[in-house]
């Protein structure tokens, strides 16, 4: 890589064009919690420069009016465009949006004049009668959806570069499934054995207003929501399976902690045979052998959420317990970073053959 | 009840004798955070005359110098006076010591003369094998061991009243086995099934200071901790063995979240039979049918830490998933409440025949 | 006082009325954090029949489905009563509703059928002009309002007991009074010079939903608000003013900080004679002589709004500083008990001759 | 700048020498708050290699035992040199210490042959009586401190590249001089009014255990500290003086609030002219016109610490209130960036003739 230029000038006023070979972006839902992350991450980026943002409750309002983190970084104002208007001018869209706002919008021509990377739930499920039956909705553009790929990009980093759309993978599903998946594909456990006990700081549930976010009602309190009916089930069951190579059906719970970002997974499976975490730690470590964001925790150490903010890190420990024959498996992520806007950003670099690390290789900071 | 008097003057300097049917008691280990919850409640506890407040790093020191939310109302100092000594004059003593220091004090002589309800864990487990396995202690008093009664008092009230030496359970103990002793009662779950996956605040882990609890290491975090390896594993597979009438082992998993009070258990369990959650509602209810500390929720509601805060109440819901036949209970409590103090206080009035709810009527306050 | 009652009983499904001498009470606006701090306060307090809770939002459902901590504890549902229609039933009316609602709705009628007791804003201030100017309302209820009483406990005990509409203060304001009147009283201080910088937890915001308590929004950040424009300051001039004899300005900056509840103020006054803190100690302890919810600190200790946290207690510190001339005067309160429902009860408890700290006794809570 | 090399590596298992005009830093005291960060800036740092990681407490541990968010990105263990070891193979060496190591250690010999930046307090006072004074220690370096410059950058910028000896501010001292230094410089403020009145976050009391910052101590409450008395007061006095061009003295209150990272200033001034919000803006703007790290925000606008978080931006604001003739000045650093690490590191990029922004240009994370 040979740079010319000074990266990242704080000052820089215009998200400039200063770099000839640098792709163009643009992000739909720019102002959600994911959305902003995004635009720091792209603005940070040195492939990319972000040519517009795009949020309609914030239409014509400076960016930095919305997020004054960024005053004197981004001077922009917010646009109100969509997929069509921007797939003209971008070589990638980034798509932060509610589920069901995004595959009616998504058509073939769109997708020939640019890489789509929707960060929301409308391409990840790969059986339309599935989204049916979780989302509550009809899924009317299912010869897009099969063009997809799932972008969990430790699973389908050779898949990605040949695709136009790309689905980023939800958050709690991204730590389930990469803390999971060497137990499957190793046909280690009891496939009908796995629960999956999750707990997420409150940015996951978003910037919309409600009263369970509300301040006095969520801090020092800890609570399961969504039991056995959370939209993510479906996803980690869907990626599994494929892992397993037979249908895995698990229980999944979320709970809201009080603190801002991070999720902690704690999944505990059925071993079919006694194995040591010393084993479970070499056959972990293979799996991840080539994957940067990847830090298996040796036998005795477990992941912290402190330990990955702001970063996108998946950190992985795990125990076993002879006493009950179980093995428990602890991963930890940014929800907004490797859950959300960093995965994308990682998307965005595997399909446009930057190396995978690029604008990602900050260390997580404490305290 | 009839009382005369008025009741708690907040000005009462001394921690008076006005009652003249009233008990005398005496805590050892009152400044740990267990410890000067158990002052507060029985400051307010109309029954009982608070003679000794003792704490041997602080003797001689008043004890609104180290709890200063006691300012005006606790003015006596420290003392420093172990088991034997506080016998002679009080009705009962509490002790909330770390293991091992209490199973050597406690004798016949002292047991004649006062009651002992023990806020640690020399006493808790039936098997001194067992405490032995997981303390690394040799339980060098069984005779008295035998005499003793595990102090859960939903499951042993009619038995306490005999007995003069109280176990009071640990806080995720009691939480758990609440939570869980009805499915097994009933035989409705696979005894081998039993997953614990507990979230406490961080008071639980007491006042000594420690890297983990210091504030920039704790805030903004999640882990999980001591997993398949917590101490207080045994005492809860001892209480639900006797329920199942079988050996039963559990995963049980703690985490650190960062709030000062509260403990939250989702536990799950494979059901035996298709069983709704009304019904578990039904069979919830009849079995806590007698107990004014548990409120078993609706189908449809879960708990939260925060209704059950400064109360003595534990709070239990559940949700069925018939996807996989298992049934997910969650459970909560304060963990200084009925996790420690507030179910001490229970225990002593079961003991000594005051109504249950004397002293710990107060209302979950909120927010 | 003479009880034949059991207090407070646990599982009192019906807001009795058991008790012959009770007086008979109300709540408009019981859904809102001061409201339901009330509904709590009068539910534990011995002398009140806590008979109607209403909401407008809610009516029709029961309260501890708004407030699940009350599970058990209160099982009416909410109602929709203005007050005309409860002064009919009730010895005292507890109004908690937005400035501009209330004082349209008093009348003479209403007053001699009924206490009111006014948690809002329309009756503290006595200058109508000074409410036009910083509610930009015209109150035009100035003859009912020169018959009513600024609640300030300490400061108006002897008047309440004839009035029959008792402005109950703001929180600030509570906390910011008590702490400079005796400087004031004792022409100790240059009066221009007197700054009130105060912080506040979350809930002083009340229910009502607001990005700006968001919890990502407000979590692990501090900012001031409404600098030089918050409707507390005329509040705290008023009775400053006539503290000191003449009329006093302010700077009062408000913050918010990332806890549920709590304010603690910190004055600065220029002292007009070399004092020193054992003086102020010694001024302030006589002052506040018969006042049995403040506590003045001896010099060295400062107030923490840890240790007076849901209680009704002010706690107040100094230090001088004979380097720059100034007192420093630092004040804590519970904003929803001293800073609104629990100085209520006590304006409550003045009125009606009962002992002054009825229902207010509990020690604060920690940790 | 031409680079050749791919930044930052995140697989850099060597803390390496990879670039020919890098220039070479230690850091002393490594393992606490203010030491760590430095270590991730530095190894962000695309001119510095970071060669050594010294602690006393961690000598032979590895650096991400202790901060294990540095896993795969810092793999060399921490060891134990002095400074003079240092100074023989680092062109710059960092100390982060307790006051009154440092200033012992450093000579005209250590000072020819690197640069010292120094975290500490030992240099910061011109004067060694008021470092007697207020630390109550000796200072027996003073010609080394003669020799020293006050590193606060926005108003040493032109003196620190001749300097060998670098005293870094305090956190405290960073937000309140930036923020006041204008006022006083234009003459605009009686210099005897001037109160500030700070809230820190936790981590600004360091890594050391201690019971005030035990976790459930400090959370949930809030506290001033150390007030009259705090060791920064001297340290802003000596730069306002400087920049009024007479004696400045000043109320410093620091209070500690319940986050993890940030300050916020409030200062109150009394005006000596009429002077608006607009007029100040202008002339902070003009004050700080080329500083790229102070943004100033326009009226109506107020800063809150998350908008700097994790950056190494000042953020100030400002409101006038007629009615009392003060400006109201608020400030805002992360106060181990701006506060401590970022500001060394700036420091450093200015005595080395970097672009002042290298490795700091990181925009504010949120939420």
């Known amino acids: 890589m040979l740079l010319f230029i000074d990266l990242f ?49 914030y239409e014509g309002i400076k960016f930095s009016e919305v997020y004054p983190n960024f005053r004197d970084s981004i001077t922009e104002k917010c646009v109100s ?13 980034f798509l932060a949006l509610p589920h069901g706002l995004t595959f009616p919008q998504i058509t073939e021509d769109i997708l020939k004049k640019t890489v789509v990377i929707d960060l929301g739930a409308d391409f990840r499920l790969n059986n339309p009668e599935v989204y049916k039956q979780w989302y509550g909705l009809n899924h009317t553009n299912t010869e897009i959806l099969e063009t997809s790929v799932y972008g969990l990009c430790e699973l389908y980093r050779d898949i990605i570069p040949g695709k136009a759309l790309i689905a980023n993978p939800g958050c709690y599903t991204t730590c389930s499934i990469l803390s999971l998946t060497p137990l499957l594909k190793n046909k280690l456990i009891d496939t009908s054995s796995v629960i999956i006990d999750a707990k997420s ?8 207003l409600s009263l369970g976010v509300h301040y006095p009602e969520c801090n020092e309190s800890v609570k399961a929501y969504k039991v056995a009916a959370h939209r993510h089930t479906p996803e980690i069951e869907q990626e599994l399976s494929l ?30 045979f006694d194995t040591t975490a010393d084993e479970l730690y070499r056959i972990y470590k293979d799996f991840y052998n080539n994957d940067p ?11 912290e959420t402190r330990f990955v903010r702001y970063s996108n890190y998946v950190d992985i420990g ?20 490797k859950g959300a806007a960093g995965q994308a950003v990682q998307n965005m670099n595997i399909r446009f053959h930057f190396d995978e690390t690029t604008g990602l290789k900050n260390i997580p900071i404490v305290p």
Chains 1, 2, 3, 4 share one sequence.
């Open 318 to 337: 795990f125990v076993t317990d002879k006493r009950t024959g179980r093995a428990i498996v602890v991963g930890a992520i940014d929800n907004l970073i």
């Open 9 to 57: 000038p704080i000052d820089s006023k215009t998200i400039g064009s200063y770099h000839i070979s640098m792709i163009k972006t643009g992000i739909i839902g720019a102002t959600g919690y994911a959305g902003q992350e995004l635009v720091r991450l792209l603005n940070h980026h040195p492939e990319v420069e972000l040519k517009y943002i795009s949020s309609r409750s």
């Open 293 to 303: 964001f990847i830090r298996i925790l040796e036998p005795g150490y477990l992941p």
């Open 201 to 208: 700081g409150v940015s996951g549930a978003g910037r919309s």
């Open 243 to 272: 892992a397993a190579g037979e249908e895995v059906r698990v229980n999944f719970t979320p709970h809201l902690i009080p603190m801002s970002r991070g999720i902690l997974t704690t999944s505990y499976t059925n071993l079919l």
């Open 81 to 93: 465009m969509d997929v069509t208007e921007m797939a003209e001018e971008c070589d990638a869209v």
